[in-house]
């Protein structure tokens, strides 16, 4: 399998740990760029963010535009729909840039998976089942995409693995509901998930990426 594109931005020379954060749909990998900065990493922590760029394909409810998206969406009557099968290609493809930065050098346990909506659904998936221990989850304006196969699914090495979950209390994208009912599902796994809501709609707040800086820190400084 080739590589999806990617941009990359390291906060320091020789990094020693890797934030791999997937955009939602209809974006690309330069979405989420300028909120390195507004993170304010620290010196002493060296960080290698990798923002790829989802395939381009048609997108269901978008009438069947073309646009970047992890996967297809679609509509059973009144609920979305989530592609299954195109969750699973895209953490296919994430799980060979994890595999990348290992070969780079970054341990797994120093390797994050962060994503927003689409991506979050992608990163979350991916990290919950992948077979080495990663060092976790942030989880933005998102949910959890097949919680009924989860129990077996989910790899044993990350069963305790840190997540961060963020969500808009005015979210008409993705409801609160599905992202509350996501926390539920996995902390009922027994999985640490740190959760946060914010006064926004689908979409990130100065309060959210403080958060997210401090939890980066948490667990990823040496």
């Not at 906060?11 to 900065?37: E, M, Q, R």
């Not at 080495?132 to 949910?143: E, N, P, Q, V």
Request: proline share 8%; hydrophobic share 45%.
């Amino acid at each position: 399998m080739s590589l999806l594109p990617t941009l990359e931005l390291a906060t320091n020379h020789n990094p020693t740990a890797s934030v791999i954060w997937l955009h939602g749909l209809g974006a690309d990998g330069y979405d989420f760029v300028p909120v390195v900065k507004e993170l304010q990493i620290p010196d002493a922590l060296s960080l290698r963010f990798v923002f790829p760029h989802a395939p381009l394909q048609p997108v269901t409810v978008n009438n069947g535009m073309v646009m970047r998206a992890w996967y297809d969406v679609s509509y059973d009557g009144l609920e979305r729909r989530t592609d299954d099968a195109g969750v699973l290609r895209s953490a296919a493809a994430v799980e060979a840039l994890v595999a990348h930065e290992i070969a780079r050098g970054i341990p797994a346990r120093r390797i994050v998976l962060a994503g927003f909506s689409q991506g979050g659904a992608v990163a979350l998936t991916l990290g919950t089942r992948f077979g080495k221990r990663l060092g976790g989850i942030m989880a933005l304006s998102t949910y959890l995409p097949m919680p009924d196969e989860l129990p077996q699914a989910a790899s044993p090495e990350n069963r305790d693995i840190p997540i961060f979950m963020a969500h808009g209390l005015q979210d008409n994208v993705i409801p609160l509901r599905m992202a509350e009912t996501s926390r539920s599902r996995l902390a009922a796994l027994d999985y640490p998930v740190e959760w946060h809501t914010y006064p926004m709609a689908h979409s990130l707040c100065m309060e959210e990426v403080e958060a997210m800086a401090a939890w980066l820190r948490q667990h990823l400084e040496p």
